[in-house]
């Protein structure tokens, strides 16, 4: 994964409680159900949007192409907010591997991605994110005043050539990095 350099901050800096929610491999959505029994998902919003750089440089977008399919969400225990869930990919790929990111609306977006088996997943990376990275503003829009520090993890999901880049970032009150 391009760039993914910056993100790999060392796992030991995160918060002990937090590691096995980045390092989780499976689906973080069965996993917060698992723990979180009312959860649901909220849609912030979805349609096409401007990706962030790294996306971009990440999903090998051209500079010409100014928006791409994005999808942004809350994961959530009832109304508490748990995670912020930024995806983004290619046009085309909502034609062809990705046709159902459409058409997901108030569902999981790992319950489609797990659910197939011709899908796959890169590595997983993960970061610290504080309010110069543009997820960690756009958390604060959309839950409220946020720790000064978050943390973040990506992956890209393939399905052929198709590439879906999927960004979670762990919110307060239960993910909360020790100031």
């Known amino acids: ?3 993914q350099h910056r993100w790999h901050h060392p796992l030991c800096l995160a918060p002990r409680p937090l590691r096995p929610w980045l ?12 723990h ?59 034609r062809r591997g990705f046709r159902k990111f459409r058409h997901v609306g108030g569902r999981s977006l790992g319950s489609m991605l797990f659910a ?11 970061r610290r994110v504080d309010a110069r990275h543009p997820l960690w503003r756009e958390a604060r829009a959309a839950v409220g005043p946020l720790p ?10 393939y399905a052929g050539h198709d590439r879906l880049l999927v960004t979670e970032v762990f919110l307060p009150p239960h993910f909360m990095e020790p100031r």
């Open 1 to 3: 994964m391009p760039h």
């Open 23 to 34: 390092t989780e491999s499976g689906s973080l959505t069965a996993r917060l159900i698992a």
């Open 36 to 94: 979180h029994p009312r959860f649901r998902v909220r849609v912030l919003a979805q349609g096409m949007a401007r990706p962030h750089e790294d996306e971009r440089a990440t999903l090998r977008l051209p500079r010409r192409k100014l928006l791409a399919p994005c999808r942004e969400v809350l994961l959530c225990s009832g109304d508490t907010p748990l995670v912020f869930a930024h995806s983004v990919t290619t046009p085309a790929a909502v």
């Open 116 to 126: 197939s088996p011709t899908i796959a997943r890169s590595a997983l990376a993960w």
């Open 148 to 157: 000064p520090r978050l943390w973040a993890r990506r992956s890209v999901f």
